[in-house]
């Protein structure tokens, strides 16, 4: 189904002159009320009047997370605090959070959007949905809900860490719909299998989002659970889920283009890249109030693809992601994407595609190992059996990411879960 | 004609073993014979015990990769030569075998429990050349 068809099958022309209009009026906001971007702009000798449309996009200085955290708590800010009806916050992993604030008409598009979002996974009025993202400072418990409530779906508000009391809601609540990490929702498959329940759940779609994941992970979790999955993409600083959000025919992710301008640029030269190309995914939000943010760079690797989509959506749509600029590891000079290894075991079968790599540096040599959980069908009483498949591993990662790897089998369910965003890779070089 | 092994894969770590042999306590599953097959990276604890089916259901339920397999237990005399004599049989049928261990029991015999390629050929083979073998219920006799 689609929400909003006049702003999502809009005519290209139609939405650039409407990115245009807002471009001009955000560029003025920004730099009349936050003192970060007039430096910056003054720096470039841009003034708000040099900004014409979309076309003047390339003129604007670029936002970093940084930028966000030297400005701690509240410098970005583009409207007064009287204004601001809600904060969150990214989960600090290095240094300080970086603090987002929102005012009421920003949490109402962001609904919108994230509405838009379910509307394309199928998700209706009717559907009881559960949101099992984190429900706090992180942008995905709340977020997810305001769109499901918008949409009319009534919201069971779970949070994450009892996975038991979500799979005894599900059955008996007759749950449709979900929303939660892909991650967590395998971990909640496994539970649900090991309980012999998915013949009593009534689960029909899924909207994951927070981490990236392959297209064979969400083919499993569909296969699994018999169900629909769909890729919902967002970020804190530039709203939260529903930035954008894949549709049936799973061929990119649709961008909300009306509330955010994408671009993808180079990121060394800091140059936009042709049309197609693979490179930074960075956005200017088109309408927030609370922190508009100019070319804020998501390094996130992606290409952006403008045909009409088979759904009817004119949307421009991103890829599936390529991985990050910032967690690309490079081991021995190659270049290595967590999600190439994860993609390589579930090609595979026969193994979860819980993995652990460990990144380690011994005599000037980078070393990677790589745990993996051994099924239970797989597990055999014969040494060589478990030998052989070790070989097997170690052989179709090789292919995959042109490295030879340690591979060390480990138990079943030993490797830890997470109920958010999925650790896959300990690095114990510090390199930084 | 087979009787039920309980496998199990241990990580190499501290105190894996332990745990296993705990569960198995916990249970009152005992244990009659076992061996240890280790690799730099992980162990394979086989045993032959008093409720296999049981000791499996407990293991997996801590998480264990826990599994029945069917293996031949194999009486033979304290004499010179016996097993040489059952084992080549054994090479003579061009079977392998894939694991052996020793089996103790109460009487005054040495007895072998042993893993070999195709499993039935081997018991047929192994019958026919009027070698012992021990069913289930002669391992059970062992705990009484």
Partial sequence: MIWNETKECMSRDELEFLQSKRLVKIVDRVYHNVEFYRKKMQELGVEPGDINGIEDLHKLPYTTKNDLRDTYPFGLFAAPQSEIVRIHASSGTTGKATVVGYTRRDLEIWSECVARALAQAGVTRDDIIQVAYGYGLFTGGLGAHGGAEKLGAMVVPMSTGNTKKLTTMMKDFGVTAIACTPSYLLHIAEVLEEAGDIPNIKLKAAVCGAEPWTDNMRKQIEQRLHINAFDIYGLSEVMGPGVACDCEYHKGLHVYEDHFLPEIIDPDTLKPMEKGETGELVFTTLTKEGLPLLRYRTKDLTSISYDKCECGRTLARISRFKGRSDDMLIIRGVNVFPSQIEAALLEMGGVTPHYMMIVDRKNNLDTLEIQVEVEERFFSDEIKDLESLTKKIAHVIQNAIGLAAKIKLVAPKTLERSMGKAVHVIDKRKLV | ?144
């Fill in chain 2, 1 to 144: 004609m087979f009787i039920k092994q309980l496998s199990v894969f241990i990580e190499n770590q501290e105190g894996r073993l332990e745990e296993v042999l705990d569960v198995l306590k916990q249970e009152e599953v005992s244990i009659i014979s076992l061996s240890l097959a280790d690799t730099s990276e992980y162990g394979l604890l086989r045993m032959i015990t008093s409720n296999p089916e049981a000791g499996q259901k407990a293991l997996k339920e801590k998480g264990f990769a826990a599994m029945l397999t069917d293996v031949l237990a194999v009486k033979l005399s304290h004499q010179v030569g016996k097993l040489q004599e059952v084992l080549s049989h054994v090479c003579k049928a061009g079977l392998n075998v894939e694991y052996m261990y020793a089996l103790s029991n109460k009487d005054n015999e040495a007895s072998i429990i042993c893993k070999i390629s195709n499993g039935d050929e081997a018991a047929e083979l192994l019958k026919s050349k009027e070698v012992e073998l021990y069913s289930q219920d002669d391992i059970m006799k062992i705990f009484c």
